[in-house]
């Protein structure tokens, strides 16, 4: 009997809820809505005579049929992704390609960046931003900067950096009279936050080690990235938990506090990306080269790697 090859929209679908363990944020970057997707999941599953995702009111799960199926899939929708962005857009010569996170990008990188473009003239770059791990490749990049797992086999990765993770808030939140203040204070205050970074989130590690109960806590939305965060704290509509390289300027500047005295060490390091394919590049070298040596200028990293 011939097997049934199904749809490229299903197929697209069941990737992206795979990558992101989420209907909605599927729907969001697919342009559907959220009934669409959950339609050609369930076509999907209907084509393929097994059920491939565990659904419930919090969370979605591959099935194990659904774990051996989504590696194939994933591939192969990257790699007409990826075909499909070499025929639209050639490659621009002399162009350098730098991917991280929205984070890294806005709060750490372009601030430098200048200073690199001035030591290069002759060089251009192109910053890209993500916001999901895992889902950088679809993007064609010469250097990557990521706190990964997952680590992917078409990419050699080196260990850039460790940093530590803190509440930061606006000076007038808290109303207390000298600071370092008691961590207990949290549990009357709003905390802000990104999507986590591997099984546990930020605040529940922080709140852990400071023993103090994050069940107890208050949350309030979770952003996308943490500029957004940051804008969030900046206009008082709560505490959020922050990166040490991406705040130690408004610290510097006054404009946000480290309310408590406690740090904790991110839970997962930094490392540069680069294609394991790819030929020798001196630009790649030059800019690989800078941002070591920027790194360990940076007061807020460790660049002696303890988290394995």
């Known amino acids: ?12 679908a069941f990737e992206a ?9 599927a729907a969001d970057e697919l342009h559907v809505t959220h009934a669409a997707v959950s339609h050609q999941i369930k ?6 005579g097994v059920q491939l995702f565990v ?23 990257q790699g007409i992704l990826a075909a499909t962005q070499r025929l639209q857009y050639p490659d621009e010569p002399n ?49 990557g900067v990521f706190n990964a797992p997952p680590f992917d086999p078409r990419f050699d990765y080196r260990f850039l950096f460790e940093t530590d993770i803190f509440p930061v808030c ?6 207390v009279n000298e600071l370092p203040a008691a961590p207990a204070l949290l549990e009357s205050e709003i905390l802000l936050s990104v999507p986590n970074t591997g099984d546990k989130s930020d605040w529940f590690w922080w709140l852990h080690e400071a023993g103090l109960d994050p069940d107890r806590m208050t949350y309030g939305p979770v952003f996308d990235h943490y500029p957004l965060v940051r804008e969030a704290v900046l206009s008082g509509n709560g505490i959020g938990i922050a990166r040490a390289p991406f705040v130690d300027r408004d610290l510097a500047s006054g404009r946000l506090i480290k309310p408590f005295e406690h740090t904790v060490s991110e839970p997962l390091p930094w490392f540069v990306a680069t294609r394991k394919e790819s030929k020798p590049d001196p630009g790649v070298d ?23």
């Open 1 to 12: 009997m011939a097997t049934r090859i199904p749809t490229l929209t299903s197929l697209r």
């Open 17 to 25: 809820v795979a990558r992101f363990r989420s209907f909605r944020k």
């Open 43 to 48: 076509t999907l599953e209907q084509n393929v």
């Open 55 to 77: 659904r419930s009111s919090r969370s979605v799960e591959l099935t194990p049929e659904g774990q051996q199926y989504y590696p194939s899939i994933r591939e192969h929708i």
């Open 95 to 143: 162009v350098l390609h730098v991917q991280s996170y929205n984070s890294f990008n806005t709060m750490w990188l372009q601030p430098r960046l200048a200073e690199f473009l001035q030591d290069n003239p002759t060089t251009r770059v192109r910053i890209i931003s993500s916001f999901e791990d895992g889902n950088y490749d679809i993007h064609r990049f010469d250097v």
């Open 170 to 175: 606006v000076p007038n939140l808290m109303q």
């Open 286 to 308: 030059r800019f690989i080269e800078w941002l070591v040596q920027e790194i360990k200028a940076d007061p807020t990293v460790r660049t002696t790697q303890t988290i394995t």
